[in-house]
C-alpha cells in the first residue's frame, strides 16, 4: 500500500483536473519516441516515425497517447489501490505486448517533463515531488505482475 | 552521440538561460531534494531549506560547470577531466544520482522556456546531460 500524504494526493489530483490528456497523451508519447528512439521498437505498425516531425504529425501516435494517459487516469482516480487498478495491464505487457517495464520510468520522466512545459511555475517543485512518486508507483504497479 | 544539431540546440538553449543561470541552478537542486530525498545524504553539512546561500551557491557552480561542458562539447572528457577526477576520487557520488540531477534540470528548463522546450530540444538537452554524466563516471574504477 502506497502511503499517499494528503497534500501529495492534492497536488496530483489538482493537476490532473487541469491536464488535456489528448494534448498531454500524444505529447508525452511522441516525446518518449523522440527522445529515447529505441522505444519505437513496440510501434512497428505506427508507419513513419522517422523524424521528430513524422512522430509528432502521426495519428497512429496521438490515438495511442490519449489511450495511454487516459489509463493513467484511472490511477489517480484510484490512488489507494493502483496495482489493483492496474493487475490486468500489467499481465498484458508482460504476456502479450512484451515490454520492459524500464519503459514505463522512460514515459513517467517524460510525462513530467510534459506537465512542466504546460504548467510552467505551476509546477512546483511540491508538484513535481508529488508526481515523480506518482509516476514511479504506475510504473511499479505496471511491472508487478511480470513474471 | 551527440550530432552538430543537437550540439546547436543545447548551446541555443543555454543561451536562453544564461543571466537566470543562479537561479536555474538553484531551483534544480531545490527540485532534486524535493523529487529524491536520497539525494540529501551527499549534502548533510547544507542548510537545505528553500533559499539557502549554500543551495544557491552550489546550484551556481552546477551550471556553471555544465556551461563549460556547453562551450566544449566536442571535448567533453578534457574539457570536464578535473571534474571528473573530483567525482571520482573525493565526492564519489553514485552514477544513478546524475540522471536524476538531469531530470530536475529539463523540469527547470521545461517550466523556463514552456513550449519552447520542444522535442527536439528535449532529446538533444537528454543526450547532452547523458554524455556529461558518462564523462563525469568515466574514472569511477
Given at each position: 500500500m502506497v502511503n499517499w500524504t494528503a497534500e501529495e494526493k492534492q497536488l496530483i489530483t489538482s493537476t490532473w483536473g487541469k491536464v488535456n490528456v489528448t494534448d498531454c497523451g500524444a505529447e508525452a508519447l511522441a516525446r518518449l519516441l523522440i527522445v529515447y528512439p529505441w522505444t519505437q521498437r513496440f510501434f512497428a505498425s505506427f508507419g513513419n516515425l522517422s523524424s521528430p516531425t513524422a512522430v509528432i504529425g502521426n495519428p497512429m501516435v496521438r490515438a495511442h497517447g490519449k489511450k495511454v494517459l487516459t489509463s493513467f487516469g484511472e490511477a489517480v482516480k484510484n490512488l489507494d489501490n493502483i496495482k489493483k487498478c492496474f493487475a490486468q495491464l500489467s499481465k498484458l505487457h508482460c504476456?502479450?505486448?512484451?515490454?520492459?517495464?524500464?519503459n514505463f520510468r522512460l514515459l513517467g520522466d517524460i510525462l513530467i517533463i510534459v506537465l512542466a512545459s504546460n504548467f510552467r511555475k505551476d509546477f512546483t517543485p511540491a508538484c513535481q515531488a508529488a508526481w515523480q512518486k506518482m509516476v514511479r508507483v504506475v510504473a511499479h504497479a505496471l511491472a508487478h505482475e511480470y513474471h | 552521440m551527440l550530432t552538430a544539431e543537437d550540439k546547436k540546440l543545447v548551446q541555443q538553449v543555454w543561451e536562453k538561460v544564461s543571466g537566470h543561470q543562479e537561479d536555474v541552478g538553484a531551483e534544480t537542486l531545490e527540485r532534486m531534494f524535493a523529487a529524491y530525498?536520497?539525494?540529501?545524504t551527499y549534502f548533510p553539512h547544507f542548510d537545505l531549506h528553500h533559499g539557502s546561500d549554500q543551495i544557491r551557491g552550489h546550484g551556481k557552480k552546477v551550471v556553471a560547470a555544465l556551461g563549460t561542458a556547453v562551450k566544449n562539447l566536442d571535448n567533453l572528457s578534457q574539457a570536464l577531466s578535473e571534474l571528473s577526477n573530483l567525482h571520482a576520487?573525493?565526492?564519489?557520488?553514485?552514477?544513478v544520482n546524475f540522471k536524476l540531477l538531469a531530470q530536475c534540470l529539463q523540469v527547470v528548463l521545461a517550466v523556463h522556456l514552456g513550449k519552447d522546450y520542444t522535442p527536439q530540444i528535449h532529446s538533444a538537452v537528454d543526450k547532452f546531460m547523458s554524455a556529461v554524466a558518462s564523462v563525469l563516471a568515466e574514472k569511477y574504477r
Amino acid at each position: 500500500m502506497v502511503n499517499w500524504t494528503a497534500e501529495e494526493k492534492q497536488l496530483i489530483t489538482s493537476t490532473w483536473g487541469k491536464v488535456n490528456v489528448t494534448d498531454c497523451g500524444a505529447e508525452a508519447l511522441a516525446r518518449l519516441l523522440i527522445v529515447y528512439p529505441w522505444t519505437q521498437r513496440f510501434f512497428a505498425s505506427f508507419g513513419n516515425l522517422s523524424s521528430p516531425t513524422a512522430v509528432i504529425g502521426n495519428p497512429m501516435v496521438r490515438a495511442h497517447g490519449k489511450k495511454v494517459l487516459t489509463s493513467f487516469g484511472e490511477a489517480v482516480k484510484n490512488l489507494d489501490n493502483i496495482k489493483k487498478c492496474f493487475a490486468q495491464l500489467s499481465k498484458l505487457h508482460c504476456d502479450k505486448l512484451h515490454v520492459d517495464p524500464e519503459n514505463f520510468r522512460l514515459l513517467g520522466d517524460i510525462l513530467i517533463i510534459v506537465l512542466a512545459s504546460n504548467f510552467r511555475k505551476d509546477f512546483t517543485p511540491a508538484c513535481q515531488a508529488a508526481w515523480q512518486k506518482m509516476v514511479r508507483v504506475v510504473a511499479h504497479a505496471l511491472a508487478h505482475e511480470y513474471h | 552521440m551527440l550530432t552538430a544539431e543537437d550540439k546547436k540546440l543545447v548551446q541555443q538553449v543555454w543561451e536562453k538561460v544564461s543571466g537566470h543561470q543562479e537561479d536555474v541552478g538553484a531551483e534544480t537542486l531545490e527540485r532534486m531534494f524535493a523529487a529524491y530525498p536520497s539525494t540529501k545524504t551527499y549534502f548533510p553539512h547544507f542548510d537545505l531549506h528553500h533559499g539557502s546561500d549554500q543551495i544557491r551557491g552550489h546550484g551556481k557552480k552546477v551550471v556553471a560547470a555544465l556551461g563549460t561542458a556547453v562551450k566544449n562539447l566536442d571535448n567533453l572528457s578534457q574539457a570536464l577531466s578535473e571534474l571528473s577526477n573530483l567525482h571520482a576520487y573525493n565526492l564519489r557520488v553514485d552514477p544513478v544520482n546524475f540522471k536524476l540531477l538531469a531530470q530536475c534540470l529539463q523540469v527547470v528548463l521545461a517550466v523556463h522556456l514552456g513550449k519552447d522546450y520542444t522535442p527536439q530540444i528535449h532529446s538533444a538537452v537528454d543526450k547532452f546531460m547523458s554524455a556529461v554524466a558518462s564523462v563525469l563516471a568515466e574514472k569511477y574504477r
